[in-house]
């Protein structure tokens, strides 16, 4: 039965022989009797666990345990240590002999406080280690059988190679309680983002697997989510998502659904105040509310100035507009922070809001009608922010203020309606306790965007002022329309100069001034059409707008141009912390095979960087919000191959010289590799992961020449109708090859040995990649994981028994197969008749 | 109080036969017009009177029947039916209200059809007495605000934007309507904006709501401070100025169906079009003009919230769903779109479509009085939206694209555009579409020049906009050049007729600046170099007209006389054209002879063209970008006032108080006893 606790992989095993603490401890102690240092220090630097108490902070703990290693096991005095050591040891064998014992001595292996809050809950720790007590004979007997199995155990948990991912892996297979219940301990020691990464993975072990291991889990969960909405929203959504495979009956009863339940009921309302009050809301910390506090002071106290600006009357008329205008509340709703009863219900009101925009676009037929509700959707959930919601896609704190709706986009597909939105937040310190930022109206674009409140924009005072004082005031009747528009008109020019440097500008200004000296300026005709022509050359090649692609045009634009396009547009845009995010919203799409995809390729990323093999991959972030619906985090600067074939009508060799320049030159060669080495990276991932529906709609190539897969939709055991087209491992175009340089090219051969060194890189670590994948399909109903070899397959696919150099003679079958593959272009051709995606 | 009911009903209907039998409530206002203090002899005469059923038409004549002498024997009466009806508005029983309201409508009528010559003071005399005016007006400002506002019936609200709206137009000049100095006083306005930012309560009152605004804002517009016109340039509310617009918006895709409707009746093969069209000649007269004329009114709301309020534009240039999102938590229906007309799907097309689509509507058939303002005051709407950063913003916008089908009058020289799909494009394009194509179709005797003046502004000011902000617009300039050039042959072919009646010197002028504008700016927002080599080809095909056009403003500048000035800055604003055509046209020639070539083809002109470039030398003009804001002092005044009037009679004459919901009322309130 405990076979697989000792199984280490090939990885953890080279890795613990290489580890210089684990090494010396197998030298100098036997098996039986671990003294190794590097639980020594452990109890020491957690004896005082007070001074950490209250927020918890993710990094800390770690460098306390490396560093508590590295130094302090040369300074400790021995005896201490393996007094120390025999604390934990008698922990691991006794596991439990009674609750307060355990509770005791569990205590110090926490390294730090993270565990602490837990423990002095009040009422929690005496009910877990209830349940804890009963299946302790059963350990104990077991406990004999293995007792040097354990202590392997034992030291392979307490070396600092533990980490999460192996974690993850003994909570799985492990069928010892103790073992179960010591990882679900071991998961406070841990970074919140290194435990964030297996969250799906933990959440359906809680919600399929047996008790002890939900018991295990559950502590951890109940804790984080104190801590953060953003935890507790992600885990509801999770459980809910992974829940719905279930029957109903036994859904409704689960423990998945009850935790759901108990997290979205809200009580898991930080214990107490304390951290509200340690983080005071901070009111000088981020400057916009400063910035809007002058803003706002300025439109409350002279609605008379505004009045006066536009209508017709008078100012030193006093109607009492104050005593008037009290109905009808002409303040913009400032959202006050008295968020405390509904925690939850801004952010899960927001995504509800824009499931909604999704499920309702589906109803229209056409691109342009869903292209236009979507648009006035937008513009109306626009009176509802700035609100405290954010996108949980991001990777900093901050709140949404805006979204640009005519920036929003429907993408391709042809019964749902995925779109992508661009959300303008505002960054701040903690989304939680910052306070929401005031609403500035999209009107004031024009006070907020003026010379004055640009304190960098390059134009000197009398400059400006000589661009103000030429600009003659035709309008005799200046009480109806405000002066500074006209003022603005002439003021908006030089600024526009600064910032893109172009010469043609200086004409404008020349018409200006020459009202000044009366003498005629001549300009030469040429002068004007060359300016045309080498403006229109400079501006990137953009794409046509074609009402049936509208999201062409959209993705194509680079990123840091829209964002600035955007800042300008926004009334927010002056704010430093002002930043814009994107993200796609779908409606009526499973997105959790997205999300396992997210996860392999992530894990496949960090094993190729940590092998230092350059493959290039972009895993996105999947947010699951249920079975049915969640966000994607779009890749920037990328169109589809399909649009780029479409719009240029060139081959994909001619565009990537329209591009990047011709053969040879320095744009084009780092272009070209960029693109073997994406290439490479995911023919591998679609070989590993038997990623299906390989057309090119689901590929995108980005402004550097990456190619990025997308539509995870059909992986592993599925493929889409089934119709046995992409028998190839995976899809390699002689369009491909012809960008590589073609088959004889260095460039191609690069990219075989590339893929030769991934997938001896992943073989290395197929552990870490296949655990994902194997705990997901406990209690799944995903079409990936359909019939009942799935995770032997994969394993397969690693090819663990063959030599390199069979490896290598794999690959080239591979490559070859591939490339004289007909399936590929019968897919693609398929594609085309079916989807007109060509 | 049922039987009352019954009884008079039974009493009028019978009364149709039998002549002399009255009905009680008659007999109640004799009582009034008789000198007597009526509670006399019934001391709860009042509390009766506000029971019964009120025969508007009766009152009415009776009060017009009365002159002067006889109105102030019975004045107290009346300032007595005047302060009972003001307080029975207060009345838990509803009926009582519905009976007041329409009582002092009726009062407000009567009392001003019978005194046209009275002033206001004397009205307000009549009606409640210089001493206790003030009060009674504040009360019933008061009452009506509590109702409109209140939670009570719809149909009651419904009444009270009736009286007010009566109470507005009692006079054909809005301004010299005194009564309403009570209603700046105590100002409605919030009770209408309340009106409007809620959905339900827009749905069945917001036409009146924005009407009755649009009104008040113009009562002494020009003379004195209207707090009116103060709060509406400051409100800021959003869902309100978007109810505002969603209101406008309704009315006006009502009327665009309207015409497609009608238009699209017309496709039956020539015959039936020729039929139809002499028979609507002779029919549709009567209620196509009704529409045009309500329609003035929504269009005057529209101008006013986009000339007063600069918030209003960004609403503007949203569109409108129909959906309530967010405020009901509950799982989101699935779309059910609850649109006032109904008919309509979920339209999300932008007001500024609208308003665009109209003014083509209005300009390409236009004949009477009415279609003339109605076009001249969407020019100015446009004038006043062309020249909003925002607005512009959005019009440009490449991202907002729209389909706007414009109406192309059938002409005899051009085929009716057969293809009716239309490139969804940024909304300017179609403003530009629509102004060329006004251009086009209204080179007549009766010559609008002050509309063709508005036109060509636009386009400058659209032009100005895109030049700085260098927004290359992917737009056909060709179309609008070549009807630009046709319009300077039409001037100068008609000169003499024109010059008796218009400055034709100023269009000239503009006309000529614009091509300025394309020559020395082009490389600012022209879309490709060809284009500006299009416009140099286009320049020197055309190039007759503006040698004649030289020649003619030559002429008129060395003769003195009043077009003098004006003529001799064509001359000057025409230097750079000349240029261009005395530049390139000896190219031409020495190119034709050359290659031995009689008639270039296109290619070959812009060949020449493009070789020749740079030996041209153009001279920079001042002021070109430069524009003059709109203003509705001095200039528009006379235009609003006329506009207000005519608008004012319209709805005074549609006002149906008595009729519309009599019935429905009664049927709602009886009950309650």
């Not at chain 1, 559950?218 to 929203?233: A, D, E, G, M, T």
């Not at chain 1, 059909?714 to 995976?730: K, Q």
Request: glycine residues 4%; negative net charge; charged residues 25%.
């Amino acid at each position: 039965m405990g076979d697989t606790e000792l199984e280490l992989s090939p990885a953890q095993l080279e890795e613990l022989q290489k580890s210089p603490s684990a090494s010396s401890t197998s030298t100098t102690s036997s098996l039986s009797l671990p003294s190794s240092p590097s639980s020594g220090p452990r109890p020491l630097t957690s004896s005082s666990p007070s001074t950490s108490e209250g927020l918890p902070t993710s990094s800390p703990p770690l460098d306390v345990i490396s560093e508590g290693v590295g130094e302090l096991s040369l300074v400790i005095d021995t005896e201490v240590a393996k007094k120390a050591c025999q604390e934990v040891l008698q922990k691991v064998k006794f596991l439990k002999a009674d609750g307060e014992v355990s509770s005791a001595s569990s205590e110090p292996v926490l390294v730090n406080g993270t565990a602490h809050p837990l423990s002095t809950d009040g009422g929690k720790p005496p009910k877990i280690s209830e349940e804890e007590a009963e299946p302790v004979k059963n350990v104990r007997r077991r406990q004999k059988n293995n007792s040097s199995k354990q202590s392997w155990l034992l030291r392979l948990f307490e070396s600092k190679l533990f980490d999460i991912s192996m974690g993850i892996s003994y909570l799985y297979n492990s069928k010892e309680p103790g073992v179960q219940a010591y990882i679900g301990n071991r998961l406070f020691s841990f970074r919140n983002e290194e435990v964030d990464f297996y969250l799906p993975q933990l959440l359906n072990m809680y919600i399929h697997m047996d008790e002890d291991v939900g018991d295990a889990i559950k502590p951890y969960v109940v804790h984080r989510c104190r801590q953060s909405i953003n935890f507790s929203l992600q885990c509801a959504w999770l459980l809910g998502a992974y829940s719905s495979d279930m029957h109903i009956s036994t859904q409704r009863h689960s423990r998945g659904t009850k935790l759901r339940k108990l997290i979205l009921s809200d009580e898991l309302k930080p214990s107490s105040q304390r951290i509200r009050r340690e983080v005071p809301q901070p009111p000088p910390s981020c400057p916009p509310p400063l910035h809007h506090g002058q803003g706002m002071s300025e439109h409350s106290l002279s609605p008379s100035k505004r009045t006066h600006q536009r209508s017709k009357s008078d100012a030193t008329i006093s109607i009492s507009l104050s005593s008037n205008l009290k109905r009808t509340a002409s303040n913009p709703k400032v959202e006050t922070s008295q968020d405390e009863p509904v925690r939850l219900t801004p952010q899960r009101e927001f995504i509800k809001s824009l499931m909604g925009i999704g499920k309702r676009l589906a109803t229209l037929p056409t691109k342009e009608q869903k292209t236009q509700r979507l648009i006035s959707e937008l513009s109306l959930l626009n009176h509802k922010l700035p609100a405290r919601v954010w996108l949980p896609t991001a990777a900093f704190d901050h709140h949404v203020v805006r979204v640009p709706h005519t920036q929003a986009v429907v993408l391709n597909s042809k019964d749902k309606a995925p779109y992508l939105i661009y959300v303008e937040v505002l960054e701040c310190e903690n989304f939680e306790t910052s306070s929401v930022p005031v609403r500035i109206p999209e009107t004031q674009i024009r006070s907020t965007r003026s010379v004055e409140n640009l304190p960098n924009c390059g134009i000197s005072p009398d400059q400006r002022a000589s661009s103000f004082s030429t600009v003659p005031n035709y309008d005799n009747d200046d009480e109806a329309w405000s002066v500074d528009d006209i003022g603005e008109l002439q003021v908006e020019l030089p600024e526009i100069h600064t910032n893109s440097c172009d010469n043609i500008s200086q004409f404008s200004v020349d018409s200006i001034t020459s009202q000044e000296s009366k003498e005629p300026i001549f300009i030469a005709a040429g002068d004007i059409r060359r300016r045309l022509s080498e403006q229109l050359a400079h501006t990137p090649t953009t794409f046509k707008r074609d009402p049936e692609d509208p999201s062409a045009v959209a993705l194509k634009e680079p990123w840091q141009e829209k964002v600035r396009r955007i800042r300008e547009g926004s009334p927010y845009g002056h704010l430093p912390n002002w930043r814009l995010l994107s993200v796609i919203v779908k409606c009526g799409d499973d997105l959790r095979q997205e999300l396992l995809a997210y996860q392999v390729l992530k894990q496949l990323q960090i094993i190729w960087e940590q092998e230092r093999v350059p493959l290039w991959i972009k895993p996105y972030k999947i947010l699951v919000i249920s079975s049915d619906s969640g966000m994607i985090e779009p890749v920037v600067n990328a169109v589809s191959i399909h649009q780029v074939k479409k719009q240029s009508q060139l081959s994909l060799l001619d565009y990537f010289r329209q591009e990047h320049g011709n053969y040879n030159t320095e744009e084009f060669l780092t272009a070209q590799r960029n693109f073997v080495q994406s290439c490479a990276g995911y023919c591998l991932i679609c070989y590993l992961l038997q990623v299906k529906d390989r057309h090119n709609g689901n590929i995108l190539l980005d402004s550097e020449g990456h190619i990025i897969h997308i539509d995870f939709g059909f992986i592993l055991s599925s493929s889409p109708r089934n119709l046995g087209f992409e028998t190839s491992a995976f899809k390699l175009t002689s369009e491909f090859v012809d960008v590589m340089g073609g088959l004889d090219g260095d460039m191609f051969n690069y990219y075989k040995m590339l893929m030769l060194q991934g997938l001896i890189a992943a073989r290395k670590h197929m552990e870490k990649v296949v655990q994902i994948v194997e705990i997901m399909q406990q209690g799944s109903q995903l079409p990936c994981f359909h019939g009942s070899s799935t995770i032997r397959n994969l394993k397969e696919r690693f090819h663990m028994n063959l030599t390199e150099e069979q490896l290598q003679v794999l690959v080239e079958q591979m490559v070859d197969g591939s490339m004289r593959s007909i399936t590929t272009k019968l897919y693609d051709g398929f594609q085309y008749l079916t989807n007109g995606i060509m | 109080m049922a039987q009352i009911e019954k009884k008079a009903g039974l009493l009028r209907r019978t009364s149709s036969s039998k002549k002399p039998l009255k009905e009680k409530v008659v007999l109640m206002y004799d009582e009034i017009f008789a000198k007597e203090d009526p509670t006399k002899n019934n001391p709860r005469f009042w509390d009766e009177l506000f029971l019964m059923k009120v025969n508007l038409e009766y009152l009415e004549g009776k009060l017009e029947s009365l002159d002067g002498d006889e109105v102030m024997k019975i004045k107290d009466n009346i300032n007595s039916l005047f302060h009972h009806c003001v307080q029975a508005l207060g009345e838990e029983h509803q009926i009582k209200v519905v009976n007041a309201l329409q009582t002092l409508c009726a009062l407000f009528r009567g009392v001003h059809q019978k005194n046209k010559s009275a002033t206001g003071f004397d009205i307000i005399n009549m009606l409640m007495g210089f001493d206790k005016a003030e009060l009674r007006m504040k009360e019933l400002m008061e009452s009506l605000d509590s109702l409109l506002c209140g939670d009570g019936s719809e149909s009651l609200k419904s009444l009270c934007l009736k009286l007010l709206l009566c109470l507005v137009t009692v006079t054909d000049n809005i301004s010299q309507n005194t009564i309403l100095e009570y209603v700046m006083i105590n100002s409605i306005f919030e009770a209408i904006l309340r009106i409007l930012s809620d959905v339900s309560s827009r749905a069945q009152h917001g036409y009146d709501a924005v009407v009755l605004l649009a009104l008040l804002v113009n009562y002494r517009k020009y003379e004195s401070v209207n707090p009116y016109i103060v709060k509406l340039s400051i409100v800021d509310d959003e869902p309100t100025l978007d109810g505002m617009g969603m209101v406008i918006h309704h009315a006006l895709t009502e009327y665009n169906r309207q015409y497609k409707d009608k238009e699209e009746e017309n496709q039956g093969g020539f015959f039936s079009t020729l039929s139809s069209m002499v028979g609507s000649m002779f029919i549709a007269d009567a209620d196509e003009k009704l529409s045009v004329q309500t329609n003035e009114a929504i269009l005057l709301a529209l101008y006013e919230a986009v000339h007063l309020n600069r918030n209003f534009i960004t609403v503007l240039a949203q569109s409108h769903p129909e959906i309530e999102m967010a405020t009901t938590p509950a799982t989101p229906v699935p779309a059910s779109p609850t649109t006032p007309l109904g008919t309509t799907p979920p339209s999300l097309d932008s007001e500024l479509f609208f308003c665009a689509h109209l003014t083509i509507d209005f300009l390409c058939v236009f004949s009477d009085e009415h279609r003339l303002n109605s076009a001249r005051l969407c020019l100015i709407i446009l004038t006043c939206i062309a020249e909003d950063q925002y607005a512009d913003a959005f019009l440009h916008d490449d991202n907002m694209n729209f389909r706007v089908n414009l109406h192309r009058m059938p002409m005899r020289h051009r085929k009716k555009a057969a293809d009716k799909s239309i490139p969804s494009r940024p909304l300017v394009c179609a403003v530009l579409d629509l102004m060329v194509e006004f251009i086009i179709t209204h080179m007549m005797k009766e010559f609008p020049m002050d509309l063709y003046v508005r036109c060509v502004q636009i386009i400058h000011k659209l032009i100005c906009y895109q030049k700085k902000c260098r927004i290359r617009m992917h737009y056909t300039w060709r179309e609008l050049w070549s009807a630009l050039i046709n319009l300077l042959k039409f001037l100068l072919s008609n000169e003499t007729i024109l010059l008796a009646k218009h400055n034709i010197f100023q269009l000239a002028l503009q006309v000529v600046n614009l091509f300025n504008m394309f020559i020395t700016y082009g490389d600012t927002f022209l879309p490709t170099p060809s284009s500006y080599d299009e416009l140099y080809y286009e320049i020197i095909r055309m190039h007759q007209v503006f040698e004649n056009l030289y020649c003619m403003v030559l002429r008129v500048s060395t003769n003195a006389g009043q077009w003098k000035e004006p003529a001799s800055k064509v001359t000057h604003a025409l230097v750079n054209v000349r240029a261009i055509i005395n530049h390139f046209n000896p190219k031409i020639e020495s190119y034709a002879a050359v290659n031995h070539i009689s008639q270039l083809s296109e290619d070959q002109v812009l060949e020449v063209v493009r070789s020749n470039y740079d030996t041209l030398t153009l001279k920079l003009q001042d002021g070109l970008d430069q524009f003059e804001r709109y203003s509705e002092q001095p200039r528009e005044a006379g235009f609003f006032k006329e506009l207000v009037r005519s608008i004012s009679l319209n709805v005074r004459k549609n006002v149906s108080l008595s009729t519309m919901s009599q019935d429905v009322l009664l049927k709602e309130f009886s009950s309650i006893s």
